[in-house]
């Protein structure tokens, strides 16, 4: 009831004596302040500074060349050249229903808070917690995964530049340690952060730019069309074809994967609510013509498909390089670039996952909250969090000295992951009403309705297939196998599909964490709510002060 009549109180002196002065405040912060939240960072970030973050994290041409190992043994060019056209489908309604929400509720927090606001009072506590807890982990093994393939493009080099040299495990978890660490630094100044962006995409362009014209205009031979557009590949034992290119749309999805980083940059630019769309958007449009246009050139290049499956180097792209352009040199050059847009990459993740981190410890969603929601004053970022969540990054890596099957598991979980996490909310959404809402500058009507039950259901999918071994049949880590080499792995890894372990060690650590401490202290609707009253009027007096 005191709630209500806060509420009624400043909707009244809002009518009348003090209109004026909120037409005149921040509306940009006057709407966080709305939703339960200060302004802390600063909106450094422009629309196209936003869109170098979210296409430099997404990178679509990046990630066919980083997860080709998959993809070429699952279908071959068949399945990377309409695995791209299914997967841009299903990623145009991916952002259009991110887009929607964004627009609607522009936070740093995304999908947890949509869930928040959006789900049954009575379960919204735990719905924006789950959701939290959900995307945190998927950033986290989105960065892992990152590292590890930038990681295994630079050491593939030095192997292609020394013949002699045999690639060990730890040779990769040093990489990738180094190279996390390096894009640790970036993240640490706020001021930079927008033109990090900007370069980082740039670089993507150029590199992808390059590579287009100069693999096919050195290669010695070309494949037909027959080749590029009709020839399929199954070396993974299913005796299903259909199977083989469900079990390989893992690379093409991972191309269009993390379409939510920009919504987690809405407090740092101005109008999110038209920004973070045409940001979402754009990376699905950039990264479909990248990725297609850079698929179809390298396979009409491609000289010889075995051995890109036999490849020393641990690297099928860097191969397909070497055969193109047929010197070491040449080929090391344009896999440099793949590597400086992979840091790229990492960086943009980095920024990503601390932003989850931070937004959610704000709403004590994770243990040492007040430690991981502080903001440096000087800095402009949220060192804590950003720190924390590269250090769980560099201890991931040191799983690949155990198995290198049991790491890509969680690649693959990173997907399915954040497909659950924007589930979630799109689900609340459903059970409110789509008309119950108000609706932001982007909202697609009945478009937007078959979106949201295209990624409901592409999220179902995900979930039961992606977690099909990879090859068959099973054979344990005891039994190397001439078909263990083919693939990339090492001859003592099983082939067990380990992304149900991911998932379950995920479940019980969220589980352990909301009864030991969430469901006492996550600061939920209604304590956001009441908050969201005492920061209108602190904003209404601040704005007073500022006039006088």
Not at 136 to 156: D, K, P
Not at 265 to 274: D, F, L, S, Y
Not at 340 to 360: D, M, P
Request: glycine content about 8%; charged content about 10%; overall charge neutral.
């Amino acid at each position: 009831m005191a709630d209500e009549k806060n509420d009624m109180t400043i909707e009244r002196s809002g009518s009348d004596d003090n209109m004026a002065d909120l037409k005149s405040l921040d509306t940009d912060a006057l709407k966080l302040a709305e939703m339960g939240y200060q302004q802390d960072l600063k909106r450094n970030f422009s629309v196209w500074s936003v869109l170098g973050i979210g296409f430099s994290l997404t990178n679509s041409w990046w990630g066919i060349s980083a997860a080709l190992v998959t993809g070429i043994n699952s279908g071959g060019p068949v399945l990377i050249i309409y695995g791209l056209i299914l997967m841009c489908l299903i990623s145009i309604c991916v952002g259009i229903s991110l887009s929607e929400l964004a627009s609607a509720f522009p936070n740093a927090g995304g999908q947890y808070f949509w869930a928040n606001e959006l789900a049954p009072r009575k379960y919204a506590n735990f719905a924006s917690y789950l959701t939290g807890w959900v995307a945190w982990a998927g950033s986290i093994f989105t960065s892992a995964s990152v590292a590890l393939g930038t990681a295994s493009a630079a050491v593939g080099c030095y192997q292609l530049a020394h013949p002699d040299f045999v690639i060990l495990p730890w040779h990769l978890v040093v990489a990738y340690q180094v190279i996390n660490a390096f894009a640790f630094i970036f993240n640490c100044y706020g001021r930079i952060l927008p033109t990090v962006a900007t370069v980082a995409l740039y670089t993507s362009l150029i590199s992808f730019f390059v590579t287009l014209i100069v693999v096919p205009a050195r290669a010695p031979t070309h494949q037909d069309a027959v080749f590029v557009f009709a020839n399929f590949v199954n070396n993974t034992g299913w005796a299903s074809n259909g199977i083989a290119f469900i079990v390989g749309l893992i690379n093409t999805n991972y191309a269009f994967a993390c379409l939510d980083c920009a919504t987690h940059m809405a407090e740092e630019v101005h109008r999110p609510e038209k920004m973070i769309p045409i940001a979402i958007m754009g990376t699905v449009a950039i990264g479909f013509v990248t990725a297609w246009f850079y698929s179809v050139s390298i396979f009409f290049s491609m000289q010889s498909l075995e051995d890109l499956f036999s490849t020393l180097t641990g690297v099928p792209i860097l191969q397909l390089y070497y055969q193109a352009l047929g010197n070491t040199a040449g080929a090391i050059f344009l896999e440099t670039m793949i590597i400086a847009t992979g840091v790229g990459c990492l960086i943009a993740s980095h920024t990503w996952q601390s932003r989850l981190c931070w937004s959610f410890a704000r709403d004590r969603g994770v243990p040492f909250a007040v430690f991981l929601s502080h903001v440096h004053p000087k800095l402009d970022v949220p060192v804590q969090a950003h720190f924390v969540s590269c250090v769980i990054v560099g201890a991931l890596g040191c799983l690949y000295l155990g198995s290198y099957t049991a790491f890509n598991s969680m690649v693959t979980a990173c997907i399915v992951l954040l497909y659950i996490s924007y589930a979630i909310p799109v689900t609340c959404l459903l059970i409110r009403g789509r008309a119950n809402i108000a609706h932001g500058p982007f909202w697609m009507g009945p478009i937007g309705l078959v979106s949201n039950y295209v990624l409901l259901v592409w999220t179902l999918f995900t979930f039961i297939m992606y977690s099909f071994p990879a090859v068959q049949p099973v054979l344990p880590n005891s039994k190397p196998s001439a078909r263990k080499l083919k693939l990339g792995k090492r001859a003592d890894d099983p082939d067990m599909n380990y992304v149900s372990a991911v998932y379950g060690v995920v479940a019980f650590i969220i589980a352990v964490d909301w009864f030991v401490r969430g469901r006492k202290h996550y600061r939920g609707q209604a304590a956001r709510h009441e908050d969201a009253t005492l920061l209108r009027e602190q904003e209404v007096v601040r704005e007073h002060h500022v006039v006088r």
